[in-house]
């Protein structure tokens, strides 16, 4: 007697909210980790895409324009290097997790600037999509 079984496809991704943090303009400032990402599936070939709604930049929250701004970096261990967000980057195609799922360590570099940048406040959107190949 033949058995016929359909395993549905699972993907589910949480991302954590990052911290506040101060940075020193004059230098290269480095949050590790400003968080984790966790992703679960049991579908081959998921991958994410990284979107930063202002082009890699934190933007003073005052919004006097791109010469009030610090350029960041993001690093998704495993999946993605240190890189800008000056555009969209997708990971490397991945295989299915473990069943509790697979924890990644977000990294964020901030500056350095050659110039001093304005005190206040300054933010950006990270958007992390999950999606299969």
Do not use: C
Request: charged share 15%.
């Amino acid at each position: 007697m033949p058995i016929t079984v359909t395993v549905d496809g699972f993907l589910s991704i949480s991302v954590p909210a990052f911290p506040t943090t101060n940075i020193n303009a004059a230098e290269a400032t480095v949050l590790e980790p400003a968080g984790k990402l966790k992703i679960i599936s049991n579908l081959n070939n998921w991958y994410i895409r990284v979107h930063s709604v202002n082009g890699g930049l934190v933007m003073y929250s005052a919004g006097m324009g791109p010469a009030y701004s610090l350029p960041y970096t993001i690093a998704i261990s495993g999946l993605i290097d240190d890189t800008k967000l000056d555009s969209d980057v997708e990971s490397a195609s991945q295989s299915a997790t473990a069943l509790a799922g697979n924890e990644y360590t977000i990294k964020l570099r901030f500056g350095p600037s050659a110039t001093f940048i304005t005190a206040g406040d300054y933010s950006d959107t990270i958007v992390i999509t999950l999606s299969v190949r």
